[in-house]
């Protein structure tokens, strides 16, 4: 199970990777725009969105930790009663949050709202805010104190106790079932962005030997982990410059060739890969791999999600970014063929309101890292709402971010540069934004077919890197 969530979790230093390598063209800011609380809404959701959940951390989440959970600093936590040195052992809250979220935020918070945005921004904005606040959270916070009083038990063990044998055996075929399908779909998401942005292939797999070396550090040299930390943040964000500008690995060009004996592509070897490291990275204890890669990928992930906050703040406030101008709020134009927005607005958005795979994570490994029970609303329901909070950022990129330009990309390594896209207006050019951006990449016309998973991913690349430069980045 382990291989699972790091094959979800490799995502994460991608995710960091967004909009950190800075583009290398003059972006021509448009005027402010400051006419009205319009212009100003992708400000206004992006910080009501956040102080929202702050709010409900610190009220239904306490109201749930005391009242629904009673949660006790003196009970004795499986971390503690199994510690073995492999799976069962005690970790301070900070590390185990940075685990848990880095398992949980898969490229599901990115895919699903990034897919779903095609019905409007308003419904997809809804549901992850209440969904994440009201289910998703409660959902992942109930399932690790589950875990954490039976023993660090799966939901599988704890179903097959609690109700009958048989049960167990249901809920574990389903679970194999289910890890088969995801590990499949994170492996293909994963290598195809490999693939098509060959620059984001260093900046992740240097983050593995870096984690080990502060996993021996911490744990078999008994030093601080701070400033490794800091340290290990800084060099990956050096390798992503360094991939971006002038590592790119791009297999084809490395081998020459655009088949390696029977694989057909290089999306599938880099699904081979992928799929031996999970094999390795399972086998090994958490605390030499799986806990400190998690934990600087989340600062990462965290650090990235900050500064396109701050992008997003910066070209809302002054109009750059106009939600209403460039996304419709509820699409009245969908592709005939497309399926009804209910129910699968629920489906598509799981990760980010609620997913029932999280709770594999609370009570797979999550439960057995907790060193305290009164940590588990720290790390169950906070880590939830930040996931929520990713997944209002990617509507924002992909709706209001996509219709502040349409840019071109060409060239590689430190060659690469960034054109915008000109239309005629009149007698004179202008860059190509607004809906008609957005419809470069949500085009009702070419049918549901279209709407393809690298293609969605591309939009929230996209509009968050018309987001990063707003804030200074040129």
């Not at 964000?237 to 690995?249: F, Q």
């Not at 020459?256 to 090994?284: D, E, H, K, Q």
């Not at 060409?410 to 915008?420: D, E, R, V």
């Not at 549901?448 to 591309?458: T, Y």
Request: charge should be neutral.
């Amino acid at each position: 199970m382990k291989g699972i969530f790091e094959i979800r979790c490799l995502h994460v230093g991608l995710g960091g990777l967004q909009g950190t390598c800075c583009r290398s063209f003059s972006i021509t800011t448009p005027e402010p725009n400051c006419s009205g609380p319009v212009t100003m809404l992708t400000l206004l959701i992006a910080v009501g969105a956040f102080v929202g959940y702050l709010v409900a951390y610190h009220t239904y989440g306490r109201w749930l930790s005391g009242k629904i959970f009673n949660l006790d600093s003196e009970a004795v936590v499986p971390s503690r009663e199994l510690e073995d040195g492999v799976d069962f052992v005690p970790t301070k809250k900070e590390v185990i949050f940075g685990h848990h979220f880095t398992s949980i935020a898969g490229t599901g918070p990115i895919v699903g709202p990034a897919i779903a945005v095609f019905w409007g921004w308003l419904p997809a904005l809804l549901w992850v805010l209440l969904g994440s606040i009201f289910i998703g959270a409660v959902h992942d916070f109930g399932a690790l104190v589950v875990s954490l009083r039976n023993r660090g038990q799966t939901v599988g063990e704890v179903a097959g106790r609690l109700i009958s044998p048989r049960a167990r055996v249901l809920f574990l075929v389903i679970l194999a079932m289910a890890l088969t399908v995801v590990l499949a779909i994170f492996g293909l998401v994963i290598a195809s962005i490999f693939a098509d942005y060959p620059e984001s292939v260093l900046p992740v797999w240097i983050s593995l030997p870096i984690a080990v070396g502060i996993g021996i550090w911490v744990y078999r040299r008994g030093g601080g982990l701070l400033v490794p930390s800091l340290m290990a943040l800084v060099v990956m964000y050096v390798a992503v410059w360094v991939g971006a500008y002038h590592l790119p690995l791009d297999l084809e060009s490395m081998l020459g060739v655009t088949r390696l004996g029977p694989f057909p592509n290089t999306v599938m070897i880099w699904t081979i890969v992928l799929l031996i490291y999970c094999f390795v990275a399972s086998v090994l204890p958490v605390w030499l791999l799986l806990q400190p890669r998690d934990y600087i990928n989340s600062h990462q992930l965290v650090l990235a999600l900050g500064l396109l906050l701050l992008g997003v703040f910066v070209a809302g406030a002054t109009g750059q970014a106009d939600l209403v101008a460039s996304a419709p709020a509820i699409s009245k134009d969908i592709p005939v063929d497309a399926p009804p927005i209910w129910p699968f607005l629920f489906i598509t958005i799981a990760c980010g309101a609620v997913s029932g795979f999280h709770c594999l994570v609370s009570s797979g490994t999550s439960s057995k890292q907790v060193s305290n029970e009164m940590d588990a609303q720290y790390v169950g329901y906070g880590a939830m709402l930040l996931e929520g909070g990713l997944a209002v950022i990617v509507i924002l990129a992909c709706c209001a971010g996509v219709g502040m330009g349409k840019f071109d990309r060409s060239g590689s390594g430190a060659a690469y540069t960034y054109s915008p896209v000109m239309v005629q207006a009149g007698e004179s050019e202008t860059q190509l934004a607004g809906k008609s951006a957005w419809r470069t990449r949500y085009d009702p016309a070419k049918g549901w077919g279209a709407f393809k998973l690298g293609a969605k991913v591309g939009a929230f690349i996209e509009g968050g890197g018309n987001s990063w430069p707003r804030w200074g980045c040129p």
